[in-house]
């Protein structure tokens, strides 16, 4: 049993005959666990790869629907349909002066693109991206990702209040607290799935998702608990800041909220690390509501490459759903936020825990 | 010989950490080699809409951002301490599910509580 990609890689080169001597070699030094070391460096470069191609295309992509939606082209100059588009905002961010205002806190001004980067990365390590495509099954592995994307304020704060900038700080409290307010829903709402399945990692979650009723429909938590995926996708939509919960930055009156005064490449890592957890937590709602990397086994092909198509799929369909939502909807106020998040939701996502679990016990479902 | 389960599971994170690390301080770095740096007293102060800054940015916050925070703090650690029992939850039985249903009641009633008290409320 193949339980992450570490193993996965070792079985590979133990099948094409590498790993033995390659093995026998650090051995013969007494420093086998540094070729664990490398095998994991080299999937963490392939997952930060990844992660940034994806960050490229998706900002590409944000633009090009939003431009869409609006009956306009967006991007199309640099390459066919501007694709090269954020290629050409790379290249330009990292040629931009970097502006450190002269009242603002030097270092914790630096200090805080490495905390809201670090963690978007972070909670990419108990993500399944396919059979056995995982960096790491941790067995706390809900837990772990709730609290790693719980660290984002905490960043955010830093920033707004490092840049002694008006519009920075009310941006910044903003953001904490309505991080704060849907975390809440956002563990709750997951809890119910943890009820079924008995266990924090996220390759059970997924496993307990296998299958279908009556052939057709797949055994996944959205039919079991609706209530639940609806609580838990507003929360994580919130969570990220986006439209309609864009506090953080909502730039007609914040001008850009708490990265008012960043530019350059402190900017762009704020850049990479929205879309990042954007496209983290979208592959956290597919694993925990939409099957994860469950589809219909096509034989032939192995089935870590079919999981991974299925994966990406259908994280992508969140992400759009996130990008729609962004195109069409208005921002709500920050007390009807509050509400909503206090009044209606974590009330209704107890309502749901108590449902679900007296359900569980009747032995009904 | 190292061997332990906990230190390979967890490899990963410390590896991704330190490699997030210094992906962020290589970017950094780079941009610090190529970028301009032509720095003036106009284009270091504190940005407000071309307006000269008036005070300091560090104000007195309101006070309904402490209520929240204080309420999540309750909040937080009690949803903390639902998840062993939804893991161990087939195990417990019917007498699981009750107790719980009693922490759940307290929960509601401490929302209640400070829903009451407006502690939520964000207008005053």
């Known amino acids: 049993?193949?339980?992450?990609?570490?193993?996965?890689?070792?079985?590979?080169?133990?099948?094409i005959g590498i790993y033995e001597p390659v093995y026998g070699f650090f051995q013969s030094f007494g420093l086998e666990y540094l070729l664990r070391i490398i095998i994991v460096v080299v999937e963490i470069?392939?997952?930060?790869?990844?992660v940034l191609l994806s960050v490229m295309f998706l900002s590409w992509l944000e633009r090009k629907m939003f431009g869409w939606v609006q009956s306009r082209y967006g991007p199309m100059v640099t390459g066919p349909h501007g694709l090269f588009q954020p290629i050409a905002d790379g290249i330009k961010l990292v040629g931009k002066e970097d502006i450190i205002p002269a009242s603002a806190d030097r270092w914790i001004f630096t200090l805080a693109p490495f905390i809201i980067f670090v963690p978007a990365l972070l909670v990419f390590v108990p993500l399944p991206f396919g059979d056995t495509l995982i960096l790491s099954d941790l067995r706390m592995g809900l837990i772990y990702i709730i609290a790693i994307s719980a660290l984002s304020p905490v960043s955010i704060l830093l920033a707004g209040w490092a840049s002694n900038n008006k519009y920075s700080l009310m941006g910044a409290m903003r953001a904490?607290?309505?991080?704060?307010?849907?975390?809440?829903?956002?563990?709750?709402?997951?809890?119910?799935?943890?009820?079924?399945?008995?266990?924090l990692s996220t390759v059970d979650i997924v496993r307990a998702q296998e299958g279908t009723w009556f052939g057709i429909i797949p055994r996944w938590f959205i039919f079991m608990q609706p209530l639940a995926f609806i609580?838990?996708?507003?929360?994580?939509?919130?969570?990220?800041?986006?439209?309609?919960?864009?506090?953080?930055?909502?730039?007609?009156?914040?001008?850009?909220?708490?990265?008012?005064?960043?530019?350059?490449?402190?900017?762009?890592m704020y850049f990479l690390g929205e879309y990042?957890?954007?496209?983290?937590?979208?592959?956290?709602?597919?694993?925990?509501?939409?099957?994860?990397?469950t589809g219909p086994v096509l034989s032939p092909i192995p089935v870590q490459i079919t999981s991974l198509v299925y994966f990406i799929i259908k994280t992508y369909a969140v992400i759009l759903f996130a990008m729609w939502l962004r195109d069409t909807v208005p921002r709500v106020r920050i007390d009807q936020l509050l509400n909503?998040?206090?009044?209606?939701?974590?009330?209704?996502?107890?309502?749901?825990?108590?449902?679900t679990s007296f359900l569980l016990t009747a032995r009904v479902i | 010989m190292v061997s332990n389960e906990l230190l390979d599971n967890y490899l990963p994170?410390?590896?991704?950490?330190?490699?997030?690390?210094?992906?962020v301080a290589i970017a950094l770095f780079m941009s610090r080699m190529i970028r301009p740096s032509n720095k003036t007293k106009v284009k270091l102060s504190t940005y407000e809409c071309a307006e000269i800054p008036v005070g300091d940015a560090r104000i007195h916050f309101n006070i309904q951002y402490y209520m929240?925070?204080?309420?999540f703090l309750i909040f937080d650690v009690e949803v903390l301490f639902l998840y062993p029992w939804a893991v161990q939850f087939k195990n417990l039985g019917p007498i699981g599910f009750i107790e719980m249903v009693v922490f759940i009641e307290i929960l509601i009633i401490g929302l209640a509580y400070a829903w009451r008290k407006e502690a939520l409320e964000w207008t005053q």
């Open chain 1, 1 to 15: 049993m193949i339980a992450n990609a570490y193993e996965l890689i070792v079985n590979i080169l133990t099948a």
């Open chain 1, 45 to 50: 470069v392939v997952l930060l790869v990844f």
């Open chain 1, 176 to 199: 904490v607290a309505q991080d704060i307010s849907y975390t809440i829903p956002l563990a709750l709402a997951a809890i119910a799935v943890v009820l079924y399945v008995g266990s």
């Open chain 1, 231 to 268: 609580l838990f996708l507003i929360a994580s939509i919130a969570e990220m800041g986006r439209i309609p919960f864009d506090f953080q930055e909502s730039e007609q009156e914040l001008v850009a909220g708490f990265f008012t005064e960043y530019s350059g490449m402190k900017f762009a």
């Open chain 1, 276 to 293: 990042a957890h954007l496209f983290a937590v979208s592959g956290v709602v597919v694993t925990i509501f939409l099957g994860g990397w």
């Open chain 1, 340 to 355: 909503l998040g206090w009044k209606i939701m974590i009330p209704l996502a107890l309502l749901n825990l108590l449902v």
């Open chain 2, 13 to 23: 994170v410390a590896l991704l950490t330190v490699i997030g690390i210094a992906f």
């Open chain 2, 68 to 71: 929240i925070v204080i309420v």
